[in-house]
């Protein structure tokens, strides 16, 4: 059993940054994968990025490459989203998940994934 809690939620303005956070329980998280994902209001929940349990490889969705950064700290039980140059399309719920995933098609997959936080709001005005 893992239990996900996220933090670093706000408000900013566009181009500014947010780091956001998960902290996981359980002995296991560094055998998971990470993953976030996003849901603006009317929308369907989306995938943002992930990482493998190791921290060594990492996947963007096109709409954040080059503007996000997903990383953990195993030691921490913890894993971090930095997020520059926010848009207003940014905002959204932003949620952390945790799945036993080792193959890079399914990174992206919601189903795939066991666990859910319960998802912190960030809010970008133009």
């Known amino acids: 059993q893992v239990q996900l809690v996220e933090s670093g939620g706000g408000l900013v303005q566009a181009g500014g940054s947010l780091r956001l956070s998960c902290a996981a329980s359980?002995?296991?998280?560094?055998?998971?994968?990470m993953g976030w994902f996003r849901q603006a209001p009317g929308k369907e929940r989306e995938f943002a990025t992930a990482i493998n349990w190791t921290g060594g490889t990492t996947y963007y969705a096109d709409s954040v490459k080059g503007r996000f950064t997903i990383s953990r700290d195993n030691a921490k039980n913890t894993v971090y989203l930095q997020m520059n140059s926010l848009k207003p399309e940014d905002t959204a719920v932003y949620y952390c998940a945790a799945g036993l995933i080792s193959t890079a098609q399914a990174m992206g997959v919601q189903a795939v994934y066991d666990y859910w936080g319960q998802g912190t709001q960030v809010t970008v005005s133009s």
């Open positions: 359980g002995r296991t998280f560094s055998s998971y994968a």
